[in-house]
């Protein structure tokens, strides 16, 4: 049986497979292109993203927007998502059991797209994608290649609220993505 997007949608909506599902408004699918070669994890869904089941909605979601713009990006250019498809409260760090309850559709979702290039957004999820030790005030726009993907991590954009000095870095990391991607591009 040939696993679809439509199917991966509805494990996500009816999942109860930790806690988090018991306290969600709604969990949050991927969003974007499913032919992008772009892809973007970050750790979960905020509140509100949790309200409205989309990822990177309010304020983080303008930085997001602004950061792909700045780089000559639109959302419906990439592919986005989270590790987590539900909020956990307080905006607290995602537990281990919460992570592997929902990796598998993280698994699912990078199987259907076949991205070029993961780009991790923050720590979290760059320790879970790249490396457990992975230091983003460090290693943030640095490269490394793993099963034909191209994997990075820039800041989240909630880092970014909390630290506008950090926007910058972000947007030179961004920019070094597109580059990137079209070099890949242009050598299939």
């Known amino acids: ?21 018991r306290i969600r408004q709604r969990p949050v699918m991927g969003r974007g292109s499913d032919h992008a ?56 760090d995602p537990k281990e059991e919460e992570k592997d309850a929902c990796f598998p559709y993280l698994k699912y979702e990078t199987f259907l797209l076949k991205p070029k290039i993961i780009v991790c957004l923050g720590r979290v999820a760059a320790q879970r994608i790249i490396s457990p030790d992975f230091k983003i005030t460090r290693q943030h726009g640095t490269w490394t290649y793993r099963k034909n993907y191209a994997l990075t991590a820039t800041y989240h954009p909630s880092a970014i609220l909390r630290d506008l000095s950090k926007y910058e870095a972000a947007r030179q990391d961004f920019c070094e993505i597109v580059k990137k991607s079209s070099k890949l591009k242009t050598k299939n």
């Open 37 to 92: 070669d772009l892809m973007l994890i970050a750790e979960a869904p905020g509140g509100d993203e949790d309200a409205q089941g989309v990822p990177f909605v309010g304020r983080s979601g303008e930085i997001l927007d602004g950061l792909l713009r700045d780089c000559g990006l639109s959302r419906e250019q990439i592919y986005i998502t989270n590790i987590l498809k539900c909020h956990p409260p307080g905006n607290r």
């Open 1 to 21: 049986m040939q696993v679809t997007w439509n199917d991966i949608k509805q494990h996500v909506d009816s999942c109860t497979q930790c806690p988090l599902s």
